[in-house]
């Protein structure tokens, strides 16, 4: 049975503070040359706000391309000496709730079986996306996704916000969709026309990456519904974070 190359982008991570597990979230596979790097949201890393402060992520990896319910669970230090391996994002508005780390290709089980967005996929801010464009968040909210075959969830969105234009000064742009804790670093893809196409058989666009939930301060938590707005920083920050 043929598996949308969507949906092999994507893979569970969980957080774990020695062997405690601590939080579930969303990550993406982005390869630049030869070097290969998982994509998530920086408080998913490391949020002083909460003191959430893992040692170590899990990914979880498909390993049989015959049998997509065959995967293990593939462990990564986040700090070595004292000293994170992993990267953020800061722009001159301050921090970018994003973060990448490079994958040791050569610790990878043999096979993995899995697809990755290239800078060939990057929708850079300064190209044209319809306001109210359809996009999707391929994700795991609030852990939930295919138990059996390991694979997550679509939801889909609108832009909200003018593309390119950084809301409110911030390098994101807003998305309207129905989200949930757990979808934190899951990519927003938006499908590829022929003007625009990414030259492989994943025929989607990365516009961003989503970071969080949007809310009013003064909203009446009775009377008045969730805004359902959500953040999504831009994905060109990762040419940034991906360089030797």
């Known amino acids: 049975m043929a598996i949308d190359s969507l949906l092999?982008?994507?893979?569970?991570?969980?957080?774990?503070?020695?062997?405690?597990a601590l939080t579930n979230a969303s990550s993406f596979f982005f390869q630049r040359d030869e070097r290969l790097f998982v994509v998530t949201s920086r408080h998913v890393m490391l949020d002083e706000a909460t003191n959430h402060r893992p040692?170590?992520?899990?990914?979880?990896?498909?390993?049989?391309?015959?049998?997509?319910?065959?995967?293990?669970?593939?462990?990564?230090?986040?700090?070595?000496?004292?000293?994170?391996?992993?990267?953020?994002?800061?722009?001159?508005?301050?921090?970018?709730?994003?973060?990448?780390?490079?994958?040791?290709?050569?610790?990878?089980?043999?096979?993995?079986v899995y697809r990755a967005y290239t800078p060939g996929h990057l929708v850079d801010p300064g190209e044209h996306v319809d306001i109210g464009a359809s996009v999707l968040i391929v994700g795991f909210p609030l852990g939930f996704h295919d138990?059996?075959?390991?694979?997550?969830?679509v939801r889909h969105a609108v832009i909200a916000s003018s593309f390119g234009l950084r809301f409110q000064g911030q390098g994101y742009f807003l998305t309207d969709a129905r989200t949930h804790r757990g979808t934190s670093g899951a990519p927003v893809v938006i499908r590829a026309t022929d003007a625009k196409p990414t030259g492989d058989d994943?025929?989607?666009?990365?516009?961003?990456?989503?970071?969080?939930?949007?809310?009013?301060?003064?909203?009446?938590t009775v009377l008045d519904e969730?805004?359902?707005?959500?953040?999504?920083?831009y994905g060109d920050i990762l040419l940034k974070l991906t360089e030797a």
């Open 55 to 112: 040692d170590r992520i899990e990914i979880e990896l498909h390993v049989d391309p015959e049998n997509m319910a065959k995967s293990i669970g593939f462990s990564m230090p986040l700090y070595r000496d004292g000293v994170a391996v992993w990267r953020q994002g800061v722009d001159d508005a301050g921090a970018i709730d994003v973060a990448v780390i490079e994958i040791e290709r050569a610790a990878l089980p043999h096979p993995t």
């Open 202 to 220: 994943l025929p989607w666009r990365l516009l961003g990456v989503h970071s969080s939930r949007l809310d009013v301060g003064t909203r009446d």
């Open 8 to 20: 092999l982008t994507s893979a569970r991570l969980c957080t774990f503070n020695q062997q405690f």
């Open 226 to 233: 969730a805004l359902g707005l959500n953040c999504a920083w």
């Open 147 to 153: 138990t059996l075959h390991h694979m997550p969830v």
